[in-house]
């Protein structure tokens, strides 16, 4: 990448991390309209969609499982902060190894804990998947048990957004309620997805604010992502859930969907 | 520069913009003090001082006048956010044209505005100048006249912190007032040097919340960085300042100050 990429210099970008399954990138619709947004947000000229795929598919080809890596930057040049008018993005795809996540997390529920590094809130960066990650960067140097499978973060207000690489659910009363991201926060594929499955199965889901106390008075805790579909929390610090609690069928259902293409 | 590099995904990475006069990188000590707070915030290991000096000699050679920058990354490697146990940082010194603002600008004054791109609070990364530079991205777009030569920036909660690539002094009756960075901002190097300064000239300088109403209030606003040294404005929107009523021995002691190596 030549040296004077500005997503090199400030982060200038968009990322996608997209599940590999049988040669399929999955989800592939809902990520290139993230990454559409993302561009719109930040004014970043959007990639035709069909060469992206292209490009995707032949570098899938043949892979039974992976995880393939979209980075969409501005590209070069620009006077210091200021963007070129005519940017010419540049979008580098990447292939990586499946995360090596026991295949019973979703079964029997995963172990995480609170994170000190807090969200800063900035609802024009909000949403979209952006390459200034050093907030999360900071929290996921937080720990290194690797039976500490997430953390979960907090705005600099104090209520509770998200995990660092996961969006957060409360299951409580036979519905879920998921933080707002409007001020901060990644709006997941994954996230999406669970919300839709949700409401296909009657299961009511609410958005809105999240206070570490509706956290630890949840029935169970789930998490999601692209990669991992849905996790239940079996345990966050020293409390634990009970996994009799969670909506099995949903988890399932979602587990199902994330890993076909 | 190699795709996996951290700085290019994450923006994990540190930046110096250093002003060359005479072959000689200007307030080395100063940006480099910057930058070890910033290893130390982000746990990138410093950079042995000598080496990066001996480097930036040997780049800056020969050049009448020009800016250096010098950009530290994490480097490569580690799964998904979280960094390395043993970062490998990568050093990247270019050098640059010096920018082509007015001479007179420190005499004159300048013409500023207002931005609307809040910038996020995160004590975390607050003050150091890392790579996370999207905010101040999307502000330097709002607007492309060249006769406008810097925008404020508010905070999340609206006070006011800095300009999108500059420090802001508030000037009234005999003193000065700039924003705290406890929150978020970078601490400029031209900041510090200026509130020395004005120490020596015993102006009293004060750090603390600013509102736009204060801005609006001042007698005069004062801009600072490492490459300009200091700005007067003349005018912050329809708002005119009255160049008299600055404090002409500080400003022409900073520009002195800041263009000796």
């Known amino acids: ?126 949403g979209i998947k952006h390459c200034n990650r050093l907030e999360q960067v900071m929290a996921r140097a937080e720990w290194s048990d690797p039976g500490i499978a997430e953390g979960l973060m907090c705005d600099a207000d104090g209520q509770v957004v998200e995990g660092t690489q996961s969006n957060l659910f409360l299951w409580r009363g036979g519905e879920l309620l998921t933080p707002s991201l409007a001020r901060c926060g990644v709006a997941g594929i994954g996230r999406g997805l669970l919300m839709e499955l949700a409401g296909e199965s009657a299961i009511r889901v609410r958005e809105g604010a999240v206070s570490r106390d509706q956290v630890m008075a949840a029935d169970g805790l789930l998490l999601s992502n692209a990669l991992i579909g849905v996790w239940p929390v079996a345990a966050l610090g020293e409390h634990n859930f009970d996994p009799a609690h969670y909506p099995r069928d949903l988890l399932a259902r979602m587990m199902e969907r994330i890993h076909l293409p």
Chains 1, 2 share one sequence.
């Open 1 to 126: 990448v030549p040296v004077a990429d500005r997503g090199l210099h400030y982060g200038d970008g968009l990322f996608e991390t997209i599940a590999v399954v049988a040669g399929q990138p999955c989800l592939w619709d809902r990520h290139l309209s993230r990454l559409r947004l993302g561009c719109e947000r930040l004014a970043i000229p959007v990639t035709d969609p069909a060469q992206l795929r292209r490009e995707a598919d032949t570098l899938c080809r043949g892979v039974e499982r992976g995880v393939l890596k979209l980075l969409l930057t501005r590209g070069e040049g620009g006077r210091g902060y200021r963007p070129p008018l005519e940017p010419v993005p540049r979008r580098i795809l990447s292939l990586h190894p499946w995360p090596d996540h026991p295949s019973t997390s979703w079964q029997q529920g995963v172990r995480i804990r609170w994170c000190d590094t807090p969200l800063g809130l900035n609802p024009r960066l909000a």
